[in-house]
């Protein structure tokens, strides 16, 4: 039987469609896993935001400095010293003079000024 010189160039023609598809579904796999990860990147970041470090330093650094020694507003070193703890709870969540309110959600304001008391 004589063969067909073509048959080989089929089969390597079939086999890579086979495989492009075969990738493509792969792809689709590795999407959605990429996908998952970023969620629960984003949980991480929450979680992580919540900490009174992180919050100081997405929101009050701006103003108070990344060691807390002031610029716009005052350094915040010993704070605890000069304020009672409600005082500050009071500046971060209803503002006072140029320092705008809201800077801390209220349910973590009792945390964040726990952690402002013990500023060096
Ligand atoms: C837009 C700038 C700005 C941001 C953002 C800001 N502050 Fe302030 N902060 C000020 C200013 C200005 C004052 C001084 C207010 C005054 O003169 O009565 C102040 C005062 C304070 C005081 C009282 C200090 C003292 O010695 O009496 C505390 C505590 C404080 N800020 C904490 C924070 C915290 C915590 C954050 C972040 C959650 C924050 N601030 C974000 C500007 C800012």
Redesign the pocket.
């Known amino acids: 039987m004589k063969r067909n010189p073509v048959v080989p160039f089929i089969l390597i023609m079939v086999f890579g469609i086979g495989l492009m598809f075969i990738l493509s579904f792969k792809g689709l796999g590795d999407g959605k896993e990429i996908a998952k990860g970023e969620g629960e990147g984003s949980e991480k970041t929450e979680v992580a935001a919540s900490k009174p470090e992180d ?2 330093k997405s ?2 650094i ?3 400095g990344d060691q807390y020694q002031g610029g ?3 350094s ?1 070193k010993g ?1 605890g010293d ?2 009672s703890k409600d005082e ?1 709870k009071k ?2 969540t209803e503002g ?5 309110p809201n ?2 959600k209220p349910e973590q304001s009792d945390m ?1 000024a726990d952690w ?1 008391m013990k500023l060096k």
């Open positions: 919050i100081y929101t009050c701006a103003c108070h716009m507003g005052p915040l704070v000069r304020l500050i500046v971060i006072r003079g140029s320092m705008p800077q801390v964040m402002l």
